[in-house]
């Protein structure tokens, strides 16, 4: 079964830029539509940004022109670019299919953005 490892998050002031990947085990990992989601403190994990098996994307409003979601097949691997980032994006970022998450959730990513 496919799973997924999340990488790339950390400490970053407010302005700034972080790029996060997910990483699968599996190569059929790349026919899928899979999102990053966005899971802050007492909140629902979220979604931020789709792409799908032909690349297009989709992104929420509150991230849109600022994340850029894309895809490397060859590595398996979905990448979120974060620039211009705000205090409200922190939190733990997961990836898994979309819009129903199949995948076995791993173990995420937390993202600190500092004022």
């Known amino acids: 079964q496919v799973q997924l490892v999340e990488s790339g998050g950390g400490l970053a002031q407010a302005g700034g830029s972080l790029r996060l990947s997910c990483a699968a085990s599996?190569?059929?990992?790349?026919?899928?539509?899979v999102a990053w989601y966005q899971q802050a403190p007492g909140k629902q994990r979220e979604m931020v940004a789709i792409?799908?098996?032909?690349?297009?994307?989709n992104y929420a409003e509150s991230v849109k022109g600022r994340f850029t979601i894309s895809r490397d097949n060859a590595k398996k691997t979905v990448y979120l670019q974060m620039n211009s980032l705000k205090t409200e994006d922190t939190a733990v970022y997961y990836c898994?299919?979309?819009?129903?998450?199949?995948?076995?959730w791993g173990q995420g990513t937390q993202v600190t953005v500092s004022s």
């Open positions: 792409i799908n098996g032909g690349g297009g994307t």
């Open positions: 898994n299919t979309y819009p129903n998450p199949i995948i076995q």
């Open positions: 599996e190569s059929i990992f790349n026919l899928y539509t």
